[in-house]
């Protein structure tokens, strides 16, 4: 069965960095093109990067690039994201998904993980 489970949230301050992972079973990730979405309190779940199959890496907006970076580990079947500067719009849940485009619609995408949270606040 096709799984995500995504890990290494918590509470952070501004200004501070942290790395969370996305680790997959039931399939590879080097086969399919992985996305981080997030979901801050009353909003929309928003695209934040996706990782291609050919290691291709797209942020929204392309601005996040300079804080977030994200990255694949195929012998792990995992795929993180490393927040730098951290600020506390960034708090939110935040997801992975796999699917087959890097697109930050949520449609595109066939599996989620549970989300994991995310607070930067001091």
């Known amino acids: 069965q096709e799984r995500l489970v995504e890990s290494g949230g918590g509470l952070v301050k501004p200004g501070g960095s942290l790395r969370i992972s996305c680790a997959a079973s039931?399939?590879?990730?080097?086969?399919?093109?992985i996305a981080w979405f997030r979901q801050a309190p009353g909003k929309e779940r928003e695209g934040v990067s996706c990782?291609?199959?050919?290691?291709?890496?797209?942020y929204w907006p392309d601005s996040m690039k300079g804080r977030f970076t994200i990255s694949r580990d195929n012998a792990k079947n995992t795929v993180y994201l490393q927040m730098n500067s951290l600020k506390p719009d960034d708090t939110a849940v935040y997801y992975c998904?796999?699917?087959?485009?890097?697109?930050?619609?949520?449609?595109?995408?066939?599996?989620w993980g549970q989300g994991t949270q995310v607070t930067v606040s001091s």
């Open positions: 990782i291609s199959t050919s290691d291709s890496t797209t």
């Open positions: 998904a796999a699917g087959g485009v890097c697109t930050h619609l949520r449609g595109s995408y066939y599996y």
């Open positions: 039931g399939f590879s990730v080097e086969h399919y093109e």
